[in-house]
């Protein structure tokens, strides 16, 4: 098998992120689910513990969480969210009356960033605590992170709404962690967003899994060969695909769409509007640089022993 020198040729340092979301609505909603105030952990894209407005307790969602950390944690946890709580009620208040008088948020903003101690504390908990945090659960979960999920791949073409064309479909789906790396290839020479190549980016099935599509629009009569080329951590090998030249729906108006049963691809947008007015993320960036004979060509996996991380201080607009 010969691949061009140009696909796959890097392999990008692995960055994991834990990301602490809280979310309060300017007042209660008559929707399933949604509460005035939610927190959640993120630890690469998987949540790890969670607490509402209603039931007031912080839980975890992962079981290494529930079984490393002793209940202590949970308790204090459970007071520390209470007490963001009661701090989003009296200031999402306070933002919506500067809004009824026309007012901006600015002022807040400037009250908040005068606020030395304040401002010492988060840019200290950023830099030192959240990343030992952050260090911790990767140490947690290492195991559940070793089992990652191979994509399971297929290209295809499909109906365009372009005359004599057809919309070529290169689709992974079912894979974790989220880094992957996907090529389409013509007469296996890699093509690019300057050929016209679109990407979905990687977006989540709803099983804790992962999905990526690259699309090229060919013109009907286009008799090239074409192929989708992934790699990810979970292969020894990466996945080689060639397209057989099907198109579905090409002669109908009929949808394709992918399911765990088949293959294929819906795209779907479902907008939910609520009145959210306040969202606070504290997001650490924590890179650790992994040195895999893959960057070579698709080896045993090492750590390499260099650690960096990069902060993230969000500011009030």
Not at 277 to 306: D, K, P
Request: contains cysteine.
């Amino acid at each position: 098998m010969w691949f061009s020198p140009h696909i796959l040729s890097f392999c990008p340092p692995e960055i994991h992120t834990l990301q602490y979301i809280y979310t309060s609505l300017s007042k209660p909603v008559n929707v399933p689910d949604v509460y005035k105030f939610t927190a959640m952990g993120i630890l690469d894209d998987r949540g790890i513990d969670y607490y509402n407005s209603q039931d007031k307790v912080k839980k975890p969602t992962q079981g290494w969480m529930e079984k490393n950390l002793p209940q202590d944690y949970w308790d204090k946890g459970t007071q520390s969210r209470k007490s963001k709580e009661e701090w989003f009620n009296v200031n999402v208040k306070i933002l919506m009356d500067r809004m009824r008088q026309n007012d901006s948020a600015r002022p807040t903003k400037t009250k908040w960033d005068s606020v030395d101690i304040l401002n010492q504390y988060t840019k200290g908990y950023l830099e030192r605590e959240c990343v030992e945090w952050l260090d911790k659960f990767l140490n947690y979960s290492e195991a559940q992170l070793r089992k990652a999920s191979p994509p399971e791949v297929t290209i295809f073409a499909r109906k365009s709404p372009q005359p004599d064309s057809r919309s070529l479909v290169c689709f992974a789906a079912e894979f974790y962690p989220k880094d992957i790396e996907m090529v389409i290839l013509q007469n296996d020479v890699p093509l690019t967003e300057s050929n016209g190549v679109t990407s979905s980016g990687v977006r989540p099935n709803g099983d804790g899994t992962l999905q990526l599509m690259k699309t090229l629009t060919i013109r009907a009569s286009d008799m090239s060969n074409y192929s989708c080329l992934v790699q990810h951590r979970s292969l020894e090998q990466p996945i080689k695909k060639d397209w057989d030249g099907t198109c579905y729906d090409c002669d109908n108006d009929g949808k394709f769409s992918y399911d765990k049963e088949g293959i294929g691809m819906t795209t779907g947008l479902v907008i939910a509007v609520i009145p959210i007015v306040a969202i606070l993320m504290l997001v650490c960036y924590f890179q650790r640089h992994i040195r895999e004979t893959m960057c070579e060509r698709w080896g045993s996996r090492g750590r390499a022993h260099s650690v960096k991380y990069k902060i993230k201080i969000p500011s009030c607009k």
